[in-house]
């Protein structure tokens, strides 16, 4: 793979990749929602990199967070400038490699990356669906990708990785379909979001609604909402941040002469590197398919929801194994509701290991290249797939 | 005052209050800026309670922070449902004890309460300043004061206190009128706001200007910016609580039927406290000054502006004594942005003494009833006083 040498500091990469498409759930066969509605068809993008072994046990699943999709290593043509969202860690000889496991990362359902969301079309009015597509939680996402998995024939997923709401799907596979799941690893993740955190991401969907492009979320084929998604995006990039990151990237830096401009255009380096980011983020996110996932992030409550409000009786379900890890300076969700998710698996009997990582980078430091996660992670793959073949094959 | 009994569990107070107002810098004789433009005439509303002794030595000046205003005790009238925003700090045998203290309390320029702000007629055009009100810092504020407390006779100030921005007066008029100044109490506030805070106070700003009732500023006599206001309110009031508090006071309690609704209208009871919050403050608080005066935070660096960029020969100007306060779980202004000013004024040779209060309420706190805050402020003043009878008077 040379010819992407220059794209990869190790050289190495998954290559080309392509997008693929399963369509299921076709009416009347349409899948439940926890909402009590019902969804179909659905139609999942997924990616799968390296190749799947003879005896089926060499999968491991990659869950994406909110605003990414299933191009998680890669690239789709020889011009791409950038790789997939998790390229440094999914490749041959990566924290995920690619010459020993089969890798899948499927786009999910109310996202706007080609799985079926608001912004794809309503086979029953012929036009986007708008909020006429149906509120979905976690557990919707996961039932959709089962079937994505069961379609591929494989009945046993070596080890289930994701970092935020990718982590919230990872732990839910393993909660409702436990005979399947060997292994997890949830990181900067949790099992239910905290007041801080509904109330950041209400802010936030309150900035799209609030936009008067937004039109009840139907604003296909018009001008979109685009000042409310950026809004909405500036504030949860803060809350990906961390003080320490913050200061260490921008401090009180200015960006022109070095002196107050007096107006309100954004003297600061840190404003207009978040104006930046939210303009960025209008170019390749759906402002419907945000209030969406967000709101499914939010309901998410493992004990809630399947323990009847334990989370150890919830985790008690489960016979995979578990490395949990957290970010120092995660403030979205800190280490205590990591150690929180640890404790009650133990007191559930699981196997898990726990490490915070120290770094300053909050919560979106899972995307980062980082040799300590990158390390921990094939680790545990390794011991995990060298007790999958000692089990031998499923 | 039995007649505020039912307001007042101390059953004390300042009782019946009323504004005043003073007006200055009449054309040509305009109040020059940090931005180089000048502004007059000016008027500030003030309030004050106590009375001020024969050796006129016994002032104690009170700021307000970003969307506070001259009332911080006592009631308008007798059917004033809330007394002023800091009585339960401010009156009779209090922690500022108006029985001995003479308080003054300014409401600063840029504010929507009286003083001259974006929202005040410009005489040059007869109609409201909107962005033709200049842009103000800190300083700027902190003069127009000093020219009130001119006006009112007074050259000896015994105590500066004041919490968030109000804090960042205090220090300011510590520096810029030194021999006047004999002690300065800054609560959870801070010298420079950190990448984070003017992130934070960016989306506000945001918030504001993106709503199309903005118009540049120009929404006087039209309708306001209300969804933008309300927006701006919400970001900057989960900046003033804490992870601890949101969960103490809503977790994840849902606020109808127990049930999710499974549509964008808030499930959770954070998200309507929040969405309350916004619009309640909308019927308050002036779009414009809520631009005009978080800019002005933002814009407040000591060091930079009053020491070459260095804190500590920014208060090597200083003669005052100082009792600085923080919150522990305060993450707008950390304990270290605290620390790191208390570092700097002992290497100025300052008298300083140093608390952080243990409390779950956040950047806010300074606002609650709180003890251990009390005590503090009314021992620190007791010492001021007793040594500033000492020194016989000015």
């Known amino acids: 793979m040379s010819e992407y040498g220059t ?4 050289g190495i990469s998954v290559g080309i990749v392509a997008k693929k498409t ?44 909110l605003s990414g999709n299933s191009h998680a290593a890669g690239y789709y ?85 994701g970092g935020s709401i990718g982590g919230m799907q990872a732990i839910e596979w393993a ?31 309150q900035a799209i609604m609030a936009d008067p492009s937004w039109k009840d979320g139907g604003y296909y084929g018009t001008a979109i909402p685009e000042k409310g998604l950026a809004l909405a995006r500036m504030i949860g990039h803060i809350s990906y941040l961390s003080e320490d990151s913050m200061h260490r990237k921008f401090g009180r830096r200015l960006h022109e002469n070095n002196a107050f401009k007096y107006d309100f255009s954004g003297d600061f380096q840190v404003e207009s590197y978040l104006q930046y980011q939210g303009k960025k983020f209008v ?13 499914a992030s939010d309901y998410f409550d493992l004990g809630e929801q399947r323990g009847r409000g334990s989370l150890v009786e919830a985790f008690s379900r489960c016979s995979a194994k578990f490395l949990v890890l957290s970010f120092s300076s995660d403030w979205l969700y800190p280490t205590a509701q990591s150690k929180e998710m640890v404790r009650a698996m133990k007191k559930a009997g699981i196997d898990v290991s726990f490490c915070e990582i120290d770094t300053d980078f909050g919560h979106d430091s899972f995307l980062l290249a980082h040799n300590q996660l990158t390390r921990l992670i094939s680790g545990f793959l390794n011991r995990m797939s060298h007790m999958s073949e000692g089990n031998g094959p499923a």
Chains 1, 2 share one sequence.
Not at 27 to 52: A, C, F, H, N
Not at 111 to 139: E, H, M, Q, V, W
């Open 7 to 10: 794209h990869d500091k190790d």
């Open 283 to 295: 170019e390749r996110f759906d402002a419907n398919s945000y209030l969406y996932i967000t709101k």
């Open 77 to 161: 043509t020889e011009k791409d400038d950038k790789p997939g969202w998790w390229d440094n860690m999914v490749g041959p000889r990566k924290g995920i490699d690619t010459d020993k496991y089969f890798v899948v990362c499927s786009n999910i359902i109310g996202s706007c990356y080609g799985s079926t969301g608001p912004s794809s079309i309503n086979p029953a009015t012929g036009r986007a669906y708008g909020l006429d597509f149906p509120l979905i939680t976690i557990a919707d996402m996961v039932r959709a990708q089962k079937a994505l998995i069961d379609h591929l024939g494989i009945n046993k997923l070596l080890c289930l990785v």
């Open 22 to 65: 399963f369509t299921f759930a076709e009416p009347p066969r349409q899948m439940s929602l926890d909402s009590g509605k019902k969804l179909g068809p659905i139609t999942l993008v997924y990616e799968t990199y390296g190749e799947l072994n003879k005896d089926r046990n060499n999968v491991v699943m990659v869950f994406h967070a």
């Open 175 to 205: 909660v409702s379909y436990p005979k399947m799941v060997e292994s997890v690893i949830p990181i900067a993740s949790t099992c239910k979001r905290s007041a801080l955190a509904i109330g950041l991401s209400e802010a936030q969907r």
